[in-house]
């Protein structure tokens, strides 16, 4: 139960960031998704700020095909946004199922995701990350676009975001795979690629790795989506090419353009396929082909005269004899103008010389048609990744620009492969003992976390980014440890005794059930006075429900027998009350002077949680 309200029944789905669960909203009466952030992540400002991003991105966005967000929220430790609960499945699955979809079925799905996605847009926001997975179909085949977790502004970019490449292999944009700037046409992309994959049932690129895959949406066309499909018509076909293409500028300016561009294709093909008289109808009917930007539909042939058709094509025929005397007047306008300037000429040195073009940063083959056209010869010479330079242009050239060549000369270049990309491989469960040198020889740097677990100590719980995610060479992956069932602390109390750890071996429990537990001290400093132990179990707001109060090892090791250095072992068992409800419950730790009845102040918390002299030192769950 979160903060008494949502009662969490099921995981939905999970991810490196955070669990879904299907939720019942107890005061409202209603099912919702809750989006839980992993406990571990709680203490990241990193993950955390970009886990509340999510919350406010979302709730700002009131769209009937955006998952709506009602609450965002914090219980303890843990961090959720609660959602919109939508009964239906994703539209990965569906593919999976029965694609190729029809064209009616493809246009009305891919409609809706534009005009969700173009919302976003339309409020400063890139969804960065839009996947059929991402995308759930209700039965009536209403969409719902969900999961913003790495949403960014329109005003950032890829280094102010932590500098990585996000998103997924198969849907990136060729611009999220060069490490470049992000705009709405990058999402405009990855919905083509959603559009190609529900109209052929196949993705455009096909690839042995998450690297190879990102390199094939930088540099290769897919192959025609109707040599796959015959289905699908030229006029859509074009679409689909358009929205592929890898410069962004030559894509639709955002998805709210694509959306008007496929209900006018939608709306134009319904109007030109009216049967004007009984005909005999094909299996499916074919969609329309487009015709300088409307769409014209394939007419069932009939025998006989048509004379509608006669009469429309006489008046068309006088209408453009009508034209003839505009056209002679257009001609003879331009005839009056000047020509065309001709190109800049060549500047020739003494002798055979021309100078260099400078061709660094430009596009390989703008750069070959630049040297070739001064008279000198382009010729690659090597190729290497850049950080900065995008995929296929220029990093060097020797001679460099503004130097005097011979004509004929070789002009040397280096091509840019662009960042650099990893995969992330899957490493949960592994030991961190051979997973850490595997990635740090891939290029991977590595970050260390440790959390508590009954898993063997090193073993690998959670890591960031994800499995399969791309990422630049150099980028970190954050590994989070078992520590095995004890929890490390280092909490320092008025720098005379140091709470090192404590061992839990459960923390799952029913009411009647003893919580057994073992704080490990360390004296600090001599101590003169003995010091009593209390260990509370109580609920978040601070209510106590379970305590022990008592001197070290039930009096029989007084902390004034402490002996600096030394490591004492004190064991400790509470029950759970029979009445407890079901929840989560805290356990905390502290010292207290029998003198003054003073608690012994928290100077440094160390890994722990401290609040008035009490150190939280975990967490424990009553299950009914």
């Known amino acids: 139960m979160l903060n008494n309200r949502y009662r969490l029944l099921a995981i939905i789905g999970e991810g490196g960031m955070a669990t879904v669960y299907r939720a019942q909203d107890i005061m409202l009466g209603r099912l919702v998704a809750v989006k839980v952030l992993h406990e571990r992540r709680a203490s990241n400002e990193a993950f955390l700020a970009r886990f509340y991003r999510e919350a406010r991105a979302a709730a700002n966005l009131d769209h009937p095909n955006i998952v709506s967000v009602y609450d965002i929220g914090r219980d303890g430790n843990r961090h959720y946004i609660v959602m919109e609960y939508v009964e239906g499945r994703s539209l990965k699955e569906l593919i999976l199922e029965s694609a190729p979809f029809s064209i009616e079925r493809a246009l009305t799905i891919a409609i809706q995701v534009c005009t969700a996605v173009g919302a976003a847009h339309k409020a400063g926001l890139i969804h960065c990350d ?40 198969d849907y990136l944009s060729p611009e999220q795979a060069a490490g470049e700037r992000l705009g709405p046409p990058t999402d405009v992309y990855s919905i083509g690629v959603v559009m190609y994959e529900m109209l052929t049932g196949r993705l455009p690129f096909e690839a042995e790795s998450g690297v190879a895959m990102a390199l094939k949406h930088l540099r290769e066309e897919p192959r025609p989506i109707n040599e796959l499909n015959p289905r699908v018509p030229p006029g859509l076909a074009r679409i689909v090419h358009k929205v592929l293409a890898k410069e962004p500028s030559a894509r639709y300016r955002t998805a709210s353009q694509l959306a008007q561009i496929l209900i006018n294709y939608h709306r134009a093909g319904e109007a030109m396929t009216i049967v004007r008289r009984p005909v005999t109808l094909r299996p499916e009917p074919q969609p329309v082909e487009e015709r300088a930007g409307y769409y014209e539909a394939e007419w069932a042939e009939e025998k006989g005269l048509d004379w509608v058709a006669v009469v429309l094509g006489v008046l068309a025929f006088i209408s453009v004899l009508g034209l003839a005397p505009l056209w002679t007047l257009v001609y003879h306008r331009y005839a009056q103008l000047p020509p065309p300037t001709a190109p800049p000429p060549v500047i020739t040195l003494a002798g055979d010389e021309v100078l260099v073009p400078d061709v660094v940063g430009m596009d390989q083959e703008v ?126 109390l008025a720098d005379k005794v140091l709470l090192v750890s404590c061992d839990l071996a459960r923390v799952e429990f029913k009411p009647g059930e003893k919580v057994q537990l073992t704080l490990h001290w360390q004296a600090l400093q001599p101590m003169t006075e003995d010091y009593v132990v209390f260990v509370h179990l109580a609920q978040a707001d601070g209510q106590i429900v379970s305590q022990q109060d008592s001197q070290p090892l039930g009096g029989a090791k007084p902390t004034s027998a402490w002996i600096p250095g030394e490591v004492v072992d004190d064991p400790y068992g509470l029950t759970v009350p029979l009445g407890a409800l079901p929840g989560v419950y805290q356990l905390r730790v502290g010292m207290y002077s029998l003198r003054t009845m003073r608690r012994l102040p928290v100077v440094e918390p160390g890994r722990a949680q401290v609040e008035q002299d009490s150190v939280l030192i975990g967490q424990i769950r009553v299950v009914p």
Do not use: C, Y
């Open 130 to 169: 839009v996947k059929p997975q991402n995308i759930l179909v209700t039965s009536e085949e209403r969409v719902k676009v969900t999961d913003f977790g790495i949403a960014r502004a329109l005003t950032s970019t890829p280094v102010a975001e932590g500098g990585g490449v996000w998103g997924t292999p």
């Open 367 to 492: 750069a070959r048609k630049t040297v070739e056209a001064v008279g000198l010869q382009f010729v690659v010479v090597g190729k290497q990744h850049h950080e900065t330079i995008p995929a296929l242009a220029v990093i060097s050239q020797i001679p460099t620009g503004g130097q005097p060549a011979k004509r004929g000369a070789v002009v040397e270049v280096v091509i840019s492969q662009g960042q650099d990309l990893l995969v992330v491989p899957d490493l949960i469960g592994q030991a961190v003992e051979v997973a850490e040198p595997q990635l740090l020889n891939k290029g991977f740097a590595v970050e260390r976390r440790e959390e508590w677990s009954l898993m063997p100590v090193g073993t690998i719980l959670a890591q960031d980014p994800p499995a399969g995610s791309v990422v630049s060479k150099g980028a970190t992956v954050v590994l989070t440890l078992s520590s095995g069932s004890q929890l490390l602390l280092g909490a320092n």
